[in-house]
């Protein structure tokens, strides 16, 4: 799955990412501040201009994040090892609306029309690891409250769609808000219940494709 869906690693320093774009793209610093790549200082906690920038992407796992299409608009990055946030996303620019995108659609579209079906779940890990383990009709809401954008998105290919959330008091009341939403704009919506403490990640590491379906 790291070259199906473009996975990388971004480095522990604090400015690897910022020295390399300014010399191969020869991107401004505040370009890069705009879409979410650096972060930069509060005047008050810095005297020095040129140590105002650092990278925003750290020791992560990094998840390009394409629309339908397959164009890359954003990313998200998982901690590896301790700390917070575990999950850092691109804030929201003029091609990247959380509330409008579902990762993985690129890739799951067709078989969303084939199967006539759509399984939506919450994380990029859970939609990675069904789709590498032949479930391909899946998308991730990638934590965010389902939205009626998100609903438009799917009908074109169809308007059946199983919520798949973990199970956990969290990952109910998001179906059960999600429930509402998807129903509100037409689809035809189910959800399944998983084994107490596993998500779709989890399940289909333990105990394999056939008990996830």
Not at 30 to 36: I, R, W
Not at 80 to 92: I, M, Q
Not at 115 to 140: C, K, M, P, S, T
Request: charged share 25%; proline share 4%.
């Amino acid at each position: 799955p790291i070259e199906d869906y473009q996975m990388g690693w971004a480095l522990p320093g604090w400015r690897d990412l910022l020295t390399h774009l300014e010399g191969q793209a020869k991107c401004s610093r505040d370009t890069l501040a705009k879409y979410g790549l650096v972060s930069k200082k509060e005047a008050a906690e810095t005297r020095d201009k040129t140590d105002a920038y650092y990278d925003r992407f750290r020791e992560r796992l990094i998840f390009p994040i394409q629309d339908s299409h397959g164009n890359i608009i954003a990313f998200g990055g998982r901690l590896v090892g301790d700390g917070e946030p575990k999950y850092l996303n691109s804030p929201e620019t003029l091609v990247y609306k959380k509330s409008r995108q579902l990762f993985g659609l690129n890739k799951a579209k067709e078989a969303i029309r084939r199967e006539n079906q759509v399984l939506i779940v919450e994380g990029y890990f859970d939609q990675i690891r069904a789709w590498e383990n032949g479930v391909q009709n899946v998308v991730a809401s990638c934590g965010t409250a389902l939205t009626a954008q998100q609903a438009l998105l799917l009908k074109p290919f169809t308007e059946k769609v199983v919520l798949v959330f973990d199970a956990d008091p969290a990952g109910h009341a998001a179906a059960e808000r999600g429930f509402e939403v998807l129903q509100e704009q037409g689809l035809s919506v189910f959800v399944a219940a998983l084994p107490e403490g596993h998500d779709p990640d989890s399940l289909i590491q333990e105990q394999g494709k056939d008990a996830f379906l």
